[in-house]
C-alpha cells in the first residue's frame, strides 16, 4: 500500500483509514469479531486508526485498544472528543479545557495507551472561545498525552480562524481536518479543500458511500427507507425528491463503475483518494466482508475520463440532498441568514 504525508507532520498514513464506529453495540457487538477485522485491515496495510470516545460509550475505543495490543507502535491513532458522554451530565461534553483535560484520561484508559497520535475535536462549537480548546489541547502535546491536534467538520472559515488563534497566541495548530465527502456530498471542493491544501493540513475525510447510498444498497428499484435509529430520517426518506435524485444518480454511478470494470463501492472510495486535498479515507466496516470489498480501493486510480463522468452526474462542489451537509457551514444556510 502506498503511504502518504499527513499534511507537513512527516507522519505517513495509508490512503484508507480504518474508522472504528461500527465496533461495539452501534454496530458488531461480537468483541472478537471486531478485533479480527481491525487485525485484518492492519494486515493488508493500513496503519492510520480512527475512532471517538462516543462511539458506542466508549466500548468502540476498548475494543481498539484490544486489538492493537502488540501492535501501538505501527499505528496512527486518532480518537475524538466533544459529543456528550452523559446526557445527565451538563459538562460531560464540548470543547471546554475541563472537558477536554478530564476525557483525554479516559480516552487512555479505554485504548489502553499511554499517548494519542491524532486527538481531534469532534465539532465546532460556537458556545467554546477556540483559544480555550487550543490552549488545553497545547497543555496536553507538552505532557507528551497527544502528538498532533485535528478538527472535525469545521467550515473553511472556522479552519482559518483557528490557524490564526494558533498563530497569534502561540498555541499547537490543528494539523487535519475531518470532513464528509463522497461523490453525492461535494461541498466541501468550494472551501474546505482548497483551505486545508492552502494551509498544508491533512484530511481524513468520513462517510465515503454516503451512509450507505453508494454501497449498492438501495437502489432506485426497490429502494426502502433504513430502520436504523442511528440515521437521521430526513437522509433516508426516499419520497424527497432530493433523495429521489440521489437515487437516479446512484445508478448512474453504478453503470459507470460498471463499464469502468469495477464495483461501485470501488469507484466510489477510489473517487475521494485520488482528490490532491485528500490525504485518507476512513472507511468503517461492521463486517469482514465490507472490509474486503473496501480494500482494492487504496490501490485503484481513476482515469481522468472516469473522473470526467463523475463530473458530469455530479457537477464539483454541489451535495444533492442539502441535509447531507454536516460540516460547520451552517451559519452559512439561507435559514441561517434570515434569523
Known sequence: MEYRNLGRTGVRVSPLCLGTMMFGP??????????????????????FVDTADVYSG???????????????????????????????????????????????????RRLGT?????YQVHRPSPDTDISETLGALTDLVHQGKIRYLGSSSFSGSQIVEAQWVSRDRHLERFVTEQPPYSILVRGIEQDVLPTLLRHGMGSLTYSPLDGG??????????????TSAARPKARFDMSSPDNRRKLDTVEDLALLAEEAGMSLIELSIAFIIRHPGV??????????????AYLPAASLTLSDDVLDRIDQIVAPGVTINPDDNSYGDHELLPAARRR
Open 279 to 292: 490525504t485518507s479515507a476512513i472507511v468503517g466496516p461492521r463486517t469482514m466482508e465490507q472490509l474486503r
Open 26 to 47: 452501534w454496530g458488531n457487538s461480537d468483541v472478537d469479531d471486531s478485533v479480527r477485522i481491525i487485525h485484518a485491515a492492519l494486515d493488508a496495510g493500513i496503519n
Open 114 to 118: 499511554d499517548h494519542i497520535d491524532l
Open 58 to 108: 466508549g466500548i468502540s475505543e476498548e475494543i481498539t485498544g484490544r486489538a492493537l495490543k502488540g501492535r501501538r507502535d505501527d499505528v496512527v491513532l486518532a480518537t475524538k472528543f466533544f459529543m456528550p458522554m452523559d446526557p445527565d451530565e451538563p459538562n460531560h461534553r464540548g470543547g471546554s479545557r475541563r472537558w477536554i483535560i478530564h476525557e483525554v484520561e479516559n480516552s487512555l
Open 213 to 226: 447510498w453508494l454501497s449498492g444498497k438501495w437502489r432506485k428499484h426497490g429502494a426502502s427507507t433504513p
